[in-house]
């Protein structure tokens, strides 16, 4: 959600901010502008509504020389999708900011700087930031100290870079609440909301922690604390794949990451399985002293995250013997919640950045939680920086904003999590190495999921007149058929909703006619038979379905009733492999509506403000 990069270096700089906007495409945006100022300090802006690739034939209309610049693609919060609202905002003429986040006192600071004299041209909170920062400014003696002081103002979140054109050498910048890494160059160093909008550039990062702010130049990188103090950060060197935005073969990113599963899930499990056994250290070097002592579990998410602690629920309860709870991020914040002895809270993330979970994270610490563990995709991140415990899923950069691979390699991390916690409590060796073994045959059991791409695409073709959907799951399935449901309506935009099939009479039946596609997963399992009568009551209706089963569930087609058959996997691996048929099916659906698969409108990568 929203992207950041900043430069200052003796070259001109436009194509590399332009590279690490593209690079950041995949977080969600609407607008994209650059700033740079020239030799002879004037400042320079373009911005433009749409992709980046507007804003780059733009500039390669009128090109935008100079060494010191900032840029920005905007996920519009205050004031609609515009290029009078696009970033990077300027005051005066002097100076340029670009801000991620939301400023939330921003309306009675607008009231006092109009009164101060200062004129707005967009309906921004940033706009706002830009003109306190300036007034500061001239009460101070560096516009690291006009930064430093403006921000005492600010309630909110906020990652903004801020260049004054009369002193081009130095940018300064901020953090809370959104992320901001440093790039370490020779001679050069950069800024960005993502060290993959600098891996072109570098591989030396040092990522900012909460309150710090920073004075970049070309030779040097001072940090200072929330309390005004300097501080040194540590340097990572990153070992991420700089190519890993490239879509390859794929027509669209979403379809290379749904092929990268198995390939994921190998890196998930690299290290970490002994002969019969989850290493427990894998979890941190303290880890299983914490893991030993738990007793209850408090999972934390949103979205496709908080889908995987769905799971992770029935996991946790079957296999460990240990209560487990979860919630949406965006509501246990701000509910008061009673904390059991010995709980462990976990949260899941992607990104490592999303607010909701990350204020949550910071309320646990203050509510009695014995610890805190992070099941995350991106190290540096804030969550992992955080969190007592955290454990990296691997699955490597994710660029399309519906996500796959991401899913998947969470499930991964969290079984191993069910394991090493369970060995402490009521799982049995013989369970554990049933468990190992089963991750192990997981991503061959992927890949033969993946062959039956051809069947689900014709399959698709069913839906390309539909508006509505059903998904059905029993068991842990349900929370794969709610991811099933969120991958359709992303992509596609067909309205799609999941429901335990157990819930059929209780509601949504009345949905059902001759129009609603219903999609049901139906591996085989105990609750298999009672799913069948489920479906029954789907067919017995007029409804269409749309099945997803394991070759020993003996499920027959007819006129209404359309079967995809799997091979028989595990049951404690099904619900990973069940997910992608469901990615599978939605992605090819939204090839015949004709939507943007990669950045679906409205929705942004990571969600980094409430």
């Keep these: 959600m929203c992207g950041i990069v900043g430069a200052v270096a003796q070259r001109d700089i436009a194509d590399i901010l332009l590279e690490g ?8 945006y609407d607008s994209a502008g650059v700033a740079i100022v020239d030799s002879a300090l004037n400042l320079q802006r373009v911005r ?65 700087l109009i009164q101060d004299g200062y004129e707005f041209t967009s309906e921004t909170d940033t706009e706002v930031m830009a003109h306190l920062i300036h007034k500061e400014l001239d009460k101070s003696e560096s516009l690291l100290q006009a930064v430093q002081s403006s921000v005492k103002q600010l309630d909110g979140a ?3 870079v801020v260049m004054d054109r009369r002193n081009p050498s130095c940018l300064v910048a901020a953090r809370s609440g959104s992320p901001l890494v440093i790039g370490l160059g020779i001679g050069e160093n950069f800024l960005a909301s993502d060290q993959l909008a600098l891996l072109p550039v570098t591989r030396r990062f040092i990522f900012l922690e909460e309150g710090d702010v920073v004075e970049l130049t070309r030779k040097s990188v001072k940090i200072y604390a929330s309390t005004g103090q300097l501080v040194e950060r540590k340097i990572v060197e990153s070992d991420l794949d700089h190519d890993a935005g490239d879509k390859g073969e794929y027509r669209h990113y979403m379809l290379k990451e749904i092929h990268e599963q198995p390939e994921s899930v190998a890196n998930t499990l690299e290290g970490r399985l002994g002969d019969s056994q989850v290493l427990v250290d894998s979890f941190g070097s303290n880890a299983k002293e914490i893991l030993s002592k738990v007793k209850n579990i408090q999972i934390i998410a949103c979205g496709t995250s908080y889908h995987a602690g769905m799971v992770a629920r029935y996991w946790f309860e079957q296999f460990a013997g240990i209560q487990c709870n979860v919630e949406i991020a965006s509501e246990f914040r701000y509910r008061k919640s009673f904390v059991p002895p010995n709980s462990l809270f976990v949260s899941i993330s992607q990104s490592g950045e999303t607010a909701d979970t990350l204020a949550a994270l910071r309320l646990a610490k203050k509510s009695g939680f014995m610890a805190s563990l992070t099941l995350c995709n991106v190290p540096g991140s804030s969550l992992v920086r955080e969190s007592d415990l955290a454990f990296l899923t691997r699955a490597g950069a994710e660029i399309g904003v519906a996500s796959t691979k991401a899913f998947t390699t969470q499930l991964v991390s969290i079984l191993l999590l069910v394991t090493a916690i369970g060995r402490q409590n009521t799982m049995t060796a013989e369970t554990e190495s049933n468990i190992v073994q089963a991750l192990r045959s997981l991503p061959e059991a992927i890949r033969q999921a993946l062959k039956l791409s051809a069947s689900i695409e014709q399959m698709a073709e069913d839906f390309s007149d539909k508006h509505h959907s059903l998904f059905l799951g029993r068991g842990s399935q349900y929370p794969i058929a709610m991811e099933g449901a969120l991958k359709l309506k992303e992509i596609s935009y067909i309205h799609a909703e999941a429901y335990a099939a157990g819930e ?4 949504p039946l009345a949905l059902i006619d001759s129009h609603m596609p219903v999609v049901v997963v139906a591996p085989n399992n105990e609750l298999l038979e009672k799913l069948k009568s489920n479906m029954e009551e789907v067919r017995a209706r007029g409804g269409l379905l749309y099945v997803f089963a394991d070759k020993k569930a003996r499920m027959m087609e007819g006129d209404t009733v359309n079967v995809v058959t799997l091979d028989d996997v595990d049951e404690i691996i099904a619900p990973i492999v069940y997910t992608i048929p469901l990615q599978l099916l939605s992605y090819y659906v939204a090839i015949i509506k004709g939507t943007d698969v990669d950045q679906p409108r409205n929705l942004a990568k990571s969600v980094t403000v409430e």
């Design 48 to 112: 433009r509504l749409g992709k980046v690739k507007e804003l780059a034939d733009a500039i390669q209309q009128q090109p935008l020389l100079g060494g010191s610049g900032i840029a920005h693609t905007r996920w519009a919060t205050h004031g609609e999708p515009s290029e009078r609202n696009a970033h990077p905002h300027l005051s005066r003429e002097d100076l340029a900011i670009v801000h991620n986040g939301i400023i939330e006192n921003h309306e009675p600071l607008r009231e006092m």
């Design 504 to 507: 059929l009479k209780h509601g």
């Design 21 to 28: 906007l593209r690079r950041l495409e995949y977080r969600g």
């Design 158 to 160: 906020y990652g903004t």
